[in-house]
């Protein structure tokens, strides 16, 4: 059975930052994309980053381009995402996930079939 395991979330100001990590672990897996999602208190889990592994490609929403940066650790299994610049805005439960799906959009979280437990981001203004 293959895990995924967030780490690196907490509480921060404004204008800080957080450095998030997603580690797979239990059997080996092959998957296309990893990606990350947040999901605000009475919102909707939204698409935040992805990475594909074919072309080594990012994917970002527009309300975190050129504050966030997803990223691979050596492993193809660990993925990371850089969070500058937060604001209150960016508070919510952060998810990481995994995509076996070959092809599809990889901003729906329809193509992801592995979840992590998730780890909580809170900004404080």
């Known amino acids: 059975q293959v895990q995924l395991v967030e780490s690196g979330g907490g509480l921060v100001q404004a204008g800080g930052s957080l450095r998030l990590s997603c580690a797979a672990s239990g059997r080996t897996f092959s998957n296309y994309a990893m990606g990350w999602f947040r999901q605000a208190p009475g919102k909707e889990r939204e698409f935040v980053s992805a990475l594909l592994w074919s072309g080594s490609s990012t994917l970002n929403a527009d309300s975190v381009k050129g504050r966030f940066t997803i990223s691979s650790g050596n492993a193809k299994n660990t993925v990371y995402l850089q969070m500058n610049s937060l604001g209150p805005e960016d508070t919510a439960v952060y998810y990481c996930?995994?995509?076996?799906?070959?092809?599809?959009?990889?901003?729906?979280?329809?193509?992801?079939?592995?979840w992590g437990q998730g780890t909580q981001v809170t900004v404080s203004s």
């Open positions: 996930a995994a995509s076996r799906q070959f092809g599809g959009r990889y901003s729906s979280p329809n193509v992801y079939d592995i």
